[in-house]
């Protein structure tokens, strides 16, 4: 690595449609290269005893089975030192050096021009990545993160972009371009192309190209699961939309850390919903986001979890059909899905559980109308939201219907975060269990033989102790 003050290299992309490469090496590390070189249209000419089996048999490759000769410069535009012969990468770097022809030899540390980057390719876009030498393994993985928040999509929309530039160009005026631009990668046709429908993407292009000065300046609702806790758990979509918002709308179960991820220029309104406090009543914040989209904003509607699972999505996007305004819904994963997860208990197993279902806990006027009949099963795993409160209803009704008071069952506090809790007893222990320990809403309650797994299946270590009353009594699996 090299000691420069500012940018220890300069990067630039080459133009290297017919230019000649020689690739000096067979191995592993000449034939990645190599690969990247014949993607990027070079000549490349391969001297070497032993040449990879892949690059021999690549028609685009001139191989050639010998050891390096000076002679193999002559013509060369670029060169690639890859033998595992430090001394020789050194000696080729040198003599390229006195020919004024660029050189990349295998290691920094041996005398080579430039080095190339790990690069993400959807073409025609093109992302390269340096570490300056300091850890390639690093630039790697850095790679593999840039790649996820690039999907493959992002090429194909460039290149739409690409085909539609000239026309745009000539239809709308110099003053509206950046707004005309702006609606198309941050609105529906980027939205398409992303979900794969590259023909509608085009037809909206086309129509908004007819007709630029009738731009749709309506807003949109982006109604976003943001999962349970844990940020790395928000969708790739999640992501995107939450940064293309003006306005975020959240309620309390988004977490602190999904919560910092709410772009500095958004405005942020708080939506409330703690049990006994109703922020924002449900009818009132329907009719904001109406409001908020007919002035033009792009609202994100941050919902904890999934936003179809007790989450009122479906109340919210009613009132947006009937106003007119466009939408669109965004999965999260659901509090059962990630706290099971979290908490080692697999929800259904084929020898404890063959299904699960989800149910409220949600208290109204002091009692719980379910379906109680349809519980008993020993083979259903039962999972119980906003049920906190009313565990001991929900441990009473249980057995009062026929399932045994030694079904195990767990209380998870805070799922998918460091600060997660879990509570593991039975339906007659559970609660007491949970009260003992200090166990507060929200919580999610998890009733069924899959429970016992925990006790072999937790992996995910908090500050946070588990609280288990049920030592000895587990069979372990
Ligand atoms: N739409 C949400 C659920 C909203 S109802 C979803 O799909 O997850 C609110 C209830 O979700 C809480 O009372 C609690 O039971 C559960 N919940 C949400 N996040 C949780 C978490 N991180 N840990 C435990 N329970 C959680």
Redesign the pocket.
């Known amino acids: 690595m090299r000691h420069t003050i500012g940018m220890p290299y300069l990067p630039l992309f080459l133009d290297s449609e017919g230019r000649n490469a020689l690739m000096v090496g067979g191995g592993a590390v000449a034939t990645r290269k190599a690969e990247l070189l014949l993607r990027a249209g070079v000549l490349l000419t391969v001297v070497a005893p032993d040449i990879h089996a892949d690059l021999v048999g690549d028609d685009r490759a001139c191989c050639h089975h010998r050891r390096f000769e000076l002679g193999d410069l002559d013509g060369a535009d670029l060169v690639f030192a890859a033998t595992d012969d430090a001394a020789l990468n050194r000696e080729i770097a040198a003599h390229c050096r006195a020919r004024k022809i660029l050189c990349n030899a295998a290691t920094d540390s041996q005398g080579g021009d430039f080095i190339l980057p790990s690069v993400i390719d959807r073409d025609p876009i093109q992302v390269a990545i340096s570490t300056s030498g300091a850890s390639p393994l690093l630039a790697r993985l850095i790679r593999g993160r840039l790649e996820t928040l690039l999907p493959e999509s992002y090429g194909r929309l460039a290149a739409l972009l690409e085909r539609f530039r000239g026309a745009v160009k000539r239809t709308v005026p110099a003053a509206s371009r950046r707004r005309f631009w702006q609606e198309v990668l941050e609105g529906p046709v980027a939205d398409l192309v992303h979900g794969g429908r590259d023909d509608e993407a085009e037809t909206v292009l086309t129509r908004l190209l007819e007709a630029p000065d009738q731009l749709d300046t309506n807003g949109e609702v982006f109604i976003v ?1 943001a ?3 844990d940020p790395d758990l928000l969708t790739v979509r999640a992501l995107r939309l939450l940064q293309q918002a003006d306005v975020v709308v959240w309620d309390r ?1 988004v ?1 602190p850390p999904i919560r910092a991820l709410i772009p500095r220029n958004a405005e942020a309104i708080y939506a409330g919903k703690r ?1 006994s406090e109703h922020h924002i009543p449900q009818p009132d914040l329907n009719l904001l986001l109406v409001e908020l989209a007919q002035s033009g904003k792009r609202v994100c509607r941050l ?11 479906g109340e919210e996007i009613e009132t947006l059909v009937e106003h007119g305004v466009r939408f669109q819904v965004v999965p ?5 899905s ?2 099971a997860a979290y908490a080692g208990i697999p929800l259904t197993h084929r020898d404890h559980a063959q299904s699960v279902s989800f149910h ?3 208290l109204k006027a002091g009692d719980l109308v379910l379906n109680w009949q349809h519980m008993i099963d020993p083979h259903q795993t039962l999972v ?5 409160v009313s565990l001991p209803v929900i441990q009473r009704e249980l057995v009062a219907h026929g399932r045994s008071a030694e079904t195990p069952a767990a209380l ?6 460091p600060h ?1 809790r879990v509570a593991v007893g039975t339906l007659s222990s559970l609660h007491q269990l949970a009260t003992d320990a200090g166990f507060e ?5 998890i009733v069924g033989d899959v429970v016992k797994l925990y006790a072999t299946l937790r992996w995910y270590r908090t500050g946070a102790d588990a609280v288990d009353a049920t030592t000895g009594w587990f069979d372990t699996p």
């Open positions: 699961g999962g349970p806790g179960l977490s049990r919902k904890g979890g999934d936003p179809f699972v007790f989450g009122r999505g999260g994963v659901t509090a059962a990630g706290c409220t806990g949600n119980f939201y906003m049920g906190t998870v506090q805070q799922g998918t975060t997660q809403p929200p919580g999610l309650i």
